[in-house]
C-alpha cells in the first residue's frame, strides 16, 4: 500500500514531467553529438584517403 501511495504521489508531481523534460533533452544533445561525430570521422577519413594517395 505504501508503494501504491508513492507511486500515485509522484504521478502528480511535478517532477516527473521534468524528469521527461530532462530525458529529452539529453537524447537530443546526444543525436547531435551523434552525428557531428559521425560527419568529423567521415571527413578526416577523406583527408586521410587523400594523404594517403599522395604517397603512393
Known sequence: ????VRI???RRSDEG????????????IAVVV???VTQV????SA??????AGFK
Open 1 to 4: 500500500m505504501w508503494l501504491w
Open 8 to 10: 500515485q504521489t509522484w
Open 17 to 28: 514531467a521534468s524528469l521527461v523534460e530532462y530525458a529529452l533533452l539529453l537524447l537530443l
Open 34 to 36: 551523434i552525428v557531428v
Open 41 to 44: 570521422g567521415e571527413n578526416a
Open 47 to 52: 583527408a586521410i584517403g587523400k594523404t594517403d
